[in-house]
């Protein structure tokens, strides 16, 4: 069908599928039974045919039709990874990029990290010369091509998730577009759970002026579109009569009802993350503990991106992960609850999923450039998210899907769309990685959504206070290039610069490790005041190996330093995990840590950063966090007894995190790695300064403040 308004292909699918029984998972020939049942493999040589004759293809297709695990496949057996080439399929979330590699290794028939393998940052499972098909966020596609601008080793490239519209997908979708002038060879997928691909396609168009000529060269440089859509069972959506005050309560007890009225089949509930879905695992639990026999067999298993190998295997006291429960066949006699974020709602595909409870909210990130802060909060989901959370329901069959929200409240009130996240982020990272790329003129780069103005000059302004720009916004070298280098947030890779000249790099190469993790510590619910404890046991300003490990009475510098002390125990125990247990610390972040550092260290390494230990001299290590996050500057409000502090640049009223070991101890200036916001804004990972530093490490910086801001 020609779309009127010019040169768009669209091939529908009017053909239904059916899905096969999970119960038969988990043996090789069933494996590819299950592959050619699946909805896009109906469409394999029209995709061929496509790839072969478009630049550009766009897919859409509901979630579990089989774009993501099948595409790639098809791709290899069609020859695009001959010769060398690689497939290449991005997604925006670490947690789908390892699960569905896994599937597919699973079903070609290999061992991950060889013909199929992945990527994510610090973790490259990857053999150079025999992966064939490579899954890899779209973070790292960005920074593969500070190496290599034109992405030569791929043949094709599959940005998946596209209507997610996360902001590094946005960026890779207007670079490749120039990349695709440059290399008319290579082929981009672009596939989307939802209709989104319209406005996607029109991005992707060619502009008038280049129209017409050449219409019939190979391959052809409008993008074509085509839908692998089977039709999903019905679901019925059922609201609340009244809005819900408490939704996690709500979402609990309608699990319950569930699980005593409904027939057999998996319930799938959204809540926002890792809090929420915790307390609600815990609640369900309990319920299901206390109550007959008639509300036994419940099986609560969460699923949210943080969850550690170390947590799931403590929540299941067992070898076996949540990851490979929550998608292998329900036990009989059982029912499964998981309990997600929205990562279900198109990222990973769940069998047996019949009921689908929606909260209506989701964690979103919020930037305000005034105050530069970004928040992640609760908010409300759009329809489009709503629709696709109910479709997970009608998967194996008709299904159910409870909305803990008014009918009314969603015809009226809930946005039709949500925002592209390029339009309420934090933009630094982006702008350096652009900027890196020799993409001089940022505010006329072609982006599938406009950033805000405000934002953008935000961000220029805050690369240019960290001498990463010069007086033309040009990346300075060296300073600029090596921080666009170091896969860190480039105020942490400021400090870690500095931390060569000061003689403290091996200190900071641990703390920018430890930054990097979600926790180093295990946190046990009801076990607040132990790990308190423990924390404050590795606070002190040193630790001597002899003996008066961690006297309390040493003089506490912050959370950074209490990372070195935690590292430190940690080697001297000979890595062991009795010792982690014993000091509430989390094993497997430990190991995360010195995996990270390994790599941070060859980078360090590369950019010629003189590795050295300051020992003991804890000043040269706060001075050089003070050089990267001077902006971040805090002093205490004298007058108060609640321990409120001011930001020195917005005067912004802010508090030290519960979970820092100098909450309570409230120094008088203090600089902070990121900022939380509930009730008020919390500073977490905070370190004490001398306010006499940052005149030193910047003094264009607080010069611009004006005077008088560092003197009150
Ligand atoms: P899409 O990308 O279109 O949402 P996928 O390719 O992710 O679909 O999934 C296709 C099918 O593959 C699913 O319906 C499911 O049956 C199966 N599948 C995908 N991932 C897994 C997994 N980790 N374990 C078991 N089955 C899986
Ligand atoms: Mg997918």
């Known amino acids: 069908?020609?779309?009127?308004?010019?040169?768009?292909?669209?091939?529908?699918?009017?053909?239904?599928?059916?899905?096969?029984?999970?119960?038969?998972?988990?043996?090789?020939?069933?494996?590819?039974?299950?592959?050619?049942?699946?909805?896009?493999?109906?469409?394999?040589?029209?995709?061929?045919?496509?790839?072969?004759?478009?630049?550009?293809?766009?897919?859409?297709?509901?979630?579990?039709?089989?774009?993501?695990?099948?595409?790639?496949?098809?791709?290899?057996?069609?020859?695009?990874?001959?010769?060398?080439?690689?497939?290449?399929?991005?997604?925006?979330?670490?947690?789908?990029?390892?699960?569905?590699?896994?599937?597919?290794?699973?079903?070609?028939?290999?061992?991950?990290?060889?013909?199929?393998?992945?990527?994510?940052?610090?973790?490259?499972?990857?053999?150079?010369?025999?992966?064939?098909?490579?899954?890899?966020?779209?973070?790292?596609?960005?920074?593969?091509?500070?190496?290599?601008?034109?992405?030569?080793?791929?043949?094709?490239?599959?940005?998946?998730?596209?209507?997610?519209?996360?902001?590094s997908t946005d960026v890779v979708l207007g670079l490749l577009k120039k990349i695709q002038r440059r290399r008319p060879e290579l082929r981009l997928i672009i596939s989307s759970a939802t209709i989104e691909a319209k406005s996607i396609a029109s991005f992707f168009r060619p502009s008038k002026k280049h129209r017409g000529a050449g219409d019939d060269v190979v391959p052809k440089r409008e993008p074509a579109i085509i839908s692998a859509e089977g039709r999903g069972f019905t679901v019925g959506i059922n609201y609340v009569q009244e809005p819900v005050a408490d939704y996690l309560q709500a979402a609990v007890s309608t699990v319950m009802l569930i699980h005593k009225q409904q027939a057999a089949g998996d319930i799938l509930v959204f809540l926002t993350g890792q809090d929420d879905i915790d307390a609600a695992a815990q609640l369900l639990n309990e319920e299901a503990q206390s109550s007959d026999r008639s509300t036994g067999g419940l099986l609560v298993l969460p699923l949210y991106s943080g969850l550690s190998r170390a947590d799931q295997a403590r929540i299941l006291s067992s070898s076996v992960t949540l990851q490979d429960l929550v998608f292998s066949p329900t036990p009989r006699g059982k029912r499964k609850v998981i309990i997600s974020t929205n990562i279900a709602e198109t990222s990973l595909t769940l069998e047996g999923i019949v009921y689908v409870v929606d909260s209506g909210f989701s964690k979103q990130r919020f930037y305000d450039p005034i105050s530069d802060i970004e928040n992640l909060v609760v908010a409300p989901i759009s329809k489009a998210s709503a629709r696709q959370r109910a479709g997970r329901a009608g998967r194996v069959r008709p299904g159910k899907c409870y909305r803990l929200y008014t009918e009314e409240y969603f015809v009226n009130e809930m946005p039709a769309e949500g925002i592209p996240e390029m339009q309420r982020s934090n933009l630094v990272s982006c702008v350096i990685q652009l900027k890196a790329l020799g993409i001089d003129n940022i505010l006329g780069f072609d982006w599938p959504a406009s950033p805000s103005p405000e934002a953008m000059i935000r961000a220029l302004e805050i690369l240019y206070s960290l001498g990463v720009l010069d007086d033309d916004a040009k990346l300075t070298s060296p300073t600029g290039f090596q921080v666009a280098e170091i896969p860190l947030d480039p105020m942490l890779s400021k400090a870690m610069l500095a931390s060569g000249e000061l003689g403290c790099s091996e200190e900071m190469l641990t703390i920018a490790a430890a930054l990097s993790v979600q926790s180093i510590w295990i946190s046990i619910r009801g076990a607040q005041k132990q790990l308190d404890e423990a924390r404050l046991r590795f606070a002190a300003a040193e630790v001597s190996p002899s003996a008066p490990l961690y006297s309390p009475m040493l003089r506490t510098q912050g959370d950074h330093v209490t990372f070195l002390n935690v590292y430190k125990g940690f080697l001297q125990s000979g890595k062991s995990s009795k010792w982690c247990h014993k000091n509430f610390v989390n094993y497997h972040a430990m190991k995360k840590v010195l995996e990270t550092r390994e790599q941070l260290k060859r980078t360090a390494q590369r950019l010629g950063i003189i590795l050295k230990s300051c020992d003991k001299d804890m000043q040269a290590v706060r001075k050089a966090i003070t050089a990267g996050f001077f902006a971040n500057a805090c002093h205490i409000e004298p007058y108060t007894h609640e321990g409120k502090f001011k930001t020195v640049r917005t005067s912004e009223d802010v508090y030290i995190h519960p979970s820092s070991v100098l909450f309570r101890v409230n120094p008088k200036w203090v600089v902070y790695h990121s900022l939380v916001s509930t009730d008020r804004r919390y500073m977490r990972n905070v370190v004490t300064i001398d306010p006499a530093w940052l005149v030193e490490v910047a003094p264009h910086y607080y010069q611009y403040q004006g005077p008088g801001s560092l003197n009150r």
């Open 1 to 167: 069908v020609e779309d009127e308004d010019g040169g768009v292909l669209f091939l529908y699918s009017s053909s239904s599928s059916s899905s096969s029984s999970s119960s038969t998972f988990g043996f090789a020939n069933n494996l590819q039974n299950q592959r050619q049942r699946l909805p896009v493999y109906k469409r394999k040589d029209a995709i061929l045919f496509l790839v072969e004759n478009y630049a550009t293809t766009i897919i859409v297709g509901e979630t579990g039709s089989g774009k993501t695990t099948q595409i790639p496949q098809y791709l290899n057996e069609g020859g695009w990874s001959d010769d060398g080439h690689v497939i290449a399929c991005t997604q925006p979330r670490r947690l789908a990029v390892q699960s569905v590699a896994s599937r597919v290794a699973e079903e070609m028939g290999v061992k991950l990290g060889e013909e199929v393998g992945y990527v994510i940052r610090f973790e490259d499972v990857t053999t150079p010369g025999v992966t064939r098909v490579k899954f890899l966020t779209d973070g790292v596609l960005l920074r593969e091509m500070m190496d290599d601008p034109l992405l030569s080793k791929y043949s094709v490239i599959m940005v998946d998730e596209a209507h997610e519209r996360s902001i």
